[in-house]
């Protein structure tokens, strides 16, 4: 077995073992695996290993990666902070978009997908932890957002993402716990709006962010080692 087969491995046990401690099904768990920065021969281990849904940062970098490897049944998904005149190059081949954080930038997408023919998921990314530097739409203004992103047809929206303040897991679980009180206000104040993705946890707290109800979590390091 590859390292990086053993890797997935791992983490996908430890993501079972949080599942059972938090009495989750690990079926409503999607480990993406986050390859930036790594080479598109790690990719293609995790392939072989089973593995189908990778995460990219940056536009040009998920563009190459998309084109060399055709294989039918990858996943990508964009996780990177985006740029309204990079989207276009993204929307023909992303799986989901987890970064949407600004009507113009949704209006942008839609415009691309319903060019492309497609209709493409994505993701409110919210700054639970109101960090200056950090992207994703406030918390007070996210279900505004949240109700543009709906008028889109082209656009699937399937939930919430946060990227909150790099800390110990311990001192992070408040704002994963945040991401779900908010998708549970969201709900109970639009009655029919369903947002079943929270994409939230890294390689340092994705068994917290499961704790909290993650859905989708993002792991980088501990598949493929220290990035390059
Ligand atoms: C890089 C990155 C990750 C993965 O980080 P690791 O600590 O390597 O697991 C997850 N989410 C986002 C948004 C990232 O940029």
Known sequence: MSTIADNLKRVNDRIA??????????EGVRLIAVSKKQPVSAIEQALAAGHRDFGENYVQEAEAKARAIAS???????IGHLQRN???HV??????????DSARLADEAAKRAGEAGRRVGVLVQVNVGGEEQKSGTAEQDALALVDHVRTLDALDLR???TMPPFLPPEEVRPYFAALRRLRETMESRRPGLRLPELSMGMSGDFEAAI???ATIVRVGTAIFGERP
């Open 91 to 100: 929307v023909p081949f992303a799986t989901m978009i987890h970064t949407v």
């Open 211 to 213: 704790e909290e109800g």
């Open 86 to 88: 990079k989207v276009r």
């Open 17 to 26: 073992a949080a599942c059972a401690r938090a009495g989750r099904d690990p």
């Open 72 to 78: 039918g049944g990858v996943r990508w998904h964009i």
């Open 159 to 161: 939930g919430l993402m």
